[in-house]
């Protein structure tokens, strides 16, 4: 499997899979919702019949894994077991379930003249996934992408190809079984890094956009080399922000489940800020529920006079996204200074405020140039299933095409239909 | 004028452009709706005002011009007189009566945990504008992208730069009397190239998309070296095809509009593609109309069987924009034959069917992939005002983000805020 370009050279390799992508663009353009459902169903068919393929050649990955002395948490996101096998085949089921948005009419309107304009979305194009080790993203990406009538070239990390493959090769059975062109969902067969420079030239044209999902060194680089756009998310340092007006049951509840509920997500909150006209009566119970939870607090000078129990925040604890049980708290002059924090520091993902104060929290709103804004709500709602966008690819904090999560309607583009009736221009 | 960087190298300049245009995003996203329109009617006042200024500034440009020799139709763009400066002047008050899309909400649903989700506008960013000799792209371009909140930075034709900056002078006073931020529109004050090269390197992060605003080599080195994203289109390539179901009157009107109403413009027809099925009835009549009306008929060997009166098209004539009184013809078997065409040839840009058979519209509709198709129309309707958006900055082929005309909205991004009543999540 790994070598299967040998007496290729990886560029040609590329080109070929590039021009194979393209190629079933059209196709795939035109499909019918009821072909890229049978589709989609049969690949969770596939995956669930195929399960004990899937696990072997997990079983060589993790062998290589361990072998190599991959970390932890890395092993973990590799390993797949029958629960993980069969949450891949209902993810699949439920990307069936969506709606097409494929020939919906977004917007519609008459001229004076008698036309009629709608704006229609169309598939956005070929798209490229470059993603780490977690071989569940070939499943979820090809899934999506076909839903949306994109073809996709999956890049899955090296140390996870042969899971991959496997679950790419129920993708393709899917495909096959819906006479849908098995070159709408291409796995790049090699563990070569030269395969990922290719793609990021953009394959001559044959690729129209790039999602890195993966650690930091990943989406930086693509992004910083990419010559096509890249819809990403480089950190999710999100801010939870506790207003005067906020109720304090309300604060603390919200505080420990917007960090605590799970440390690794993009949308857990990495900075509290409180309002200083608070902090002699918020403060010190939200931090120590946030303690008595397991919380490291790492806090600004004003912070550490009211509580003890947390060690002093440098300037890097404002840029950090620690994706740990760890939290910098700073008291910032009310939303205004709450702005000024995170118009300076945020990655522009996602922040929170806790506020009764209605004006207070429309300032929030209109203020903030974020993806996502919450009021009264845990920053942990970020996620497009939470959205009810059902799966998503990942939340993109660029401000072009896609923001915020990433399904099925943000894989799309549109074309305006216009209908007259002999009318020319004057 | 001219020479206003002296002392300050080019890269340096530019990246001070980009760190003030950066600055004014902040307060322009918050300007409201009230201070954008007063600056707009201000910059239309100053421009009416200082007619003279301009005037003699463009005198100094057309004077130097000749001295260099530019072509006719180059003169022609550059040219000013009280007319084209009452035209820019009426232009941006159209834009002060466009809505304000920023805060707009584009779409809202309830979740079943009670959270509110709205989908709301946003300004997109610094956008760059690269244009050639039109000194009224600077009135256009800036007056647009003010009013959907984003700082400018224009880069005006080295041969119109006096007329530009004499221009520009009357938007800033604009931006001044509605206590807007300088900065939100900034002119290149140099004819060094260099400062072209700064821009599409993206000024360290200061710039987020790129409009080229010129002929085929401009905005080709833009698509091919921008490291940011680009709303660029090549070519208009525009297709008109008529079926066998076509009303031949019909036919004809659109034809000739297609082609002959203004040949210089990118929705100018290019090809004509007639269904063999009514050769014998449609063709010659058509082409007889066009010749007419002054169009030389570059011809397929079938065509030229059938009329006597054309050039032999040669494979060149498929892929070019003439915008000139020129037109490619050749049959093809149905809309079937006409797509196959369309899709291989066509520069995405637009595509009319004159015919009365629906079924064979609604294949048209579905099956090309172009940014504008139209039913019984002339293709000249290609146009933001034809399409009621008020101004447009240019028309878009590519898929990302912009597509078909790049009005006010098309300048904006969107952003997610979330009410909620203390949810967690679970």
Redesign the interface.
Known sequence: MLNKHQGEDVASLMARIGRNARAA??PL??ATTAAKNAALLAMAEAIIAREQEILDANAIDVSNGHESGLSGSFMDRLKLDPARIGAMAEGIREIAKLGDPV?DVIAE?D?PNG?H?ERVR?P??VVGVIYESRPNVTADAGALCLKAGNPVILRGGSDSLNSSAAIHACLVEGLKAAGLPEDAIQLVPTTDRAAVGEMLKGLSGNL??IIPRGGKSLVGRVQSEARV?VFAHLEGICHLYIDRSA?LD?AI??A???KM?RTGVCGAAETLLVDRAVASTHLVPILDELRAAGCEIHADQEVLKLFFDAKPATEADWVTEYLDAILAVKLVDGVAGAIEHI?TFSSHHTEAIVAEDTQVVEKF???I??????????T??ADGG???MGAEIGIATG???A??PVGVEQLT?????????????P
């Open positions: 663009a059209r353009a035109i020939g309107w001229r036309l304009i169309t956005l194009g129209d956009v756009p109720d309300m509840r919200i420990v489940n917007a509920r118009e709103f209109n203020e140039d974020s993806a996502i804004l919450l009021h009264n709500a845990s942990q709602f939470e959205f009810g401000k072009m095409h923001r915020g583009s549109f074309k305006y239909r216009v209908r007259g009736s002999g009318q020319i221009r």
